[in-house]
């Protein structure tokens, strides 16, 4: 692995830290022992090819997907986790639903609830899970969907949204949970090109005001602007890190300047 040298981070316990995390599916091991951590305002861009292990990654970090082994901790509090055969279990569902409201995600194909209002959608985890006064979270979603370029979509359905505006709902969803983390997994995958451009402002803004953020994607120049680190797979480890204006300068990884030439050709 390639790695760069970093400033140190003002906060010395990482927001998001695993040790020799690894994820088997049957006999396949797609991540082969990851050693990473965030701190609290940096913006991560997770970059590699297809197949390269970069969305089991960070659906490992919030247990979507529990790893086959390895060690997970969240602002510094390690997460009980138990080997059971081939993977290990959640020892403490409290515990986890607790460190998840701090960890929130955002998925490529939206995941809202079609039978819901935009802004019901936005209330429904708040109110439900946070058990937090519903006019105080109506206030502060409608406050969110102003802030995102929605205000005029709080009455709509999914279903009568474009695909911008329907991921822009998503992360506004997101932040009204509150998390002190936020992961992207390829936001903008699913969106025609055209749509694009308005969810990057969204996550532009947010990185602005010092939010921290992984995020999966494809954008080479959101990467390249926008990120204080880059993390690139490739077939489960990470092997190459480090500032963007480094590892986009050249030379610093072959296999990552091949990889970085299939986006720039033509």
């Known amino acids: 692995m390639t790695s760069l040298s970093l400033p140190a981070a003002a906060n010395t316990i990482p927001a998001i830290?695993?040790?020799d995390l690894r994820k088997r599916f049957g006999a396949v091991e797609v991540l082969k022992g990851i050693d990473f951590s965030?701190?609290?305002?940096?913006?991560?861009?997770?970059?590699?090819?297809s197949g390269s292990g970069k969305s089991t990654f960070l659906r490992c970090l919030n247990l979507l997907e529990r790893?086959?082994?390895g060690r997970l901790h969240i602002f510094g509090e390690q997460?009980?986790?138990r080997q059971s055969g081939d993977s290990l279990r959640i020892?403490?569902?409290?515990?986890?639903?607790?460190l998840r409201t701090q960890v929130a995600m955002v998925f490529q194909n939206f995941c809202l609830w079609s039978h819901m209002t935009v802004l019901e959608n936005l209330m429904e985890a708040p109110v439900h899970v946070q058990r937090r006064n519903r006019s105080e979270v109506r206030d502060e979603a409608e406050a969110m969907l102003k802030r995102v370029g929605l205000s005029d979509r709080a009455s709509a359905y999914p279903a009568q949204l474009s695909g911008g505006q329907q991921q822009r709902a998503a992360i506004a969803r997101a932040l009204v949970m509150k998390p002190r983390v936020l992961l992207f997994d390829e936001p903008t995958s699913a969106l025609d090109p055209e749509l694009v451009a308005e969810v990057l402002k969204v996550m532009r803004d947010l990185?602005?005001?010092?939010?921290?953020?992984?995020?999966?994607?494809?954008?080479m120049a959101f990467a390249r602007d926008v990120s204080s680190r880059v993390v690139f797979l490739e077939q489960g480890r990470i092997h190459a890190e480090g500032p963007p204006q480094q590892l986009f300068g050249g030379?610093?990884?072959?296999?990552?300047d091949r990889f970085v030439s299939r986006f720039t050709q033509g």
């Open 17 to 19: 830290a695993v040790d």
């Open 251 to 256: 030379g610093a990884s072959e296999r990552f």
């Open 91 to 98: 020892a403490d569902r409290r515990q986890v639903d607790r």
């Open 38 to 49: 965030a701190h609290e305002g940096e913006v991560i861009s997770i970059l590699g090819a």
């Open 207 to 219: 990185a602005a005001e010092g939010r921290t953020m992984l995020i999966v994607t494809h954008e």
């Open 79 to 81: 997460v009980d986790l």
């Open 67 to 69: 790893p086959s082994s």
